[in-house]
């Protein structure tokens, strides 16, 4: 049974710093490519990083470009991202994603997952 798992969110105030890991157990990490994703109350969820299987290309949404980083750690199994200079607007529940058939991830655009974890709550406020 394929199963992802996040976790590492939290409350943080504005400015400050949040490391997201996302695990899984059923199958290898390393061997797909893992998206992130986030979502608010009454909205879709909104595509925000991806990391490709090889050779690691990432992708990034503007609103989290040049804030947020996307990692893989082979010997761990673990993805990451990295959050930095949070905002209020970024407040959300975070998942990472894959799909067993492949996922789209380049440097212009990202495609969406069929497998989810059960998502983290990032609560960025003053």
């Known amino acids: 049974q394929v199963q992802l798992v996040e976790s590492g969110g939290g409350p943080v105030q504005p400015g400050g710093s949040l490391r997201l890991s996302c695990t899984a157990s059923g199958f290898t990490l390393n061997d797909y490519t893992i998206a992130w994703f986030r979502q608010t109350p009454g909205e879709g969820r909104e595509g925000i990083s991806c990391?490709?299987?090889?050779?690691?290309?990432?992708f990034y949404t503007d609103s989290v470009k040049g804030r947020f980083t996307i990692s893989r750690d082979t010997a761990k199994n673990t993805v990451y991202l990295q959050m930095n200079n949070l905002k209020p607007e970024d407040t959300a529940v975070y998942y990472c994603t894959t799909a067993l058939r492949g996922l789209y991830c380049s440097a212009y655009g990202m495609g969406t997952g069929d497998s989810w974890g059960q998502g983290t709550q990032v609560t960025v406020s003053s």
């Open positions: 990391i490709s299987r090889t050779p690691g290309i990432t």
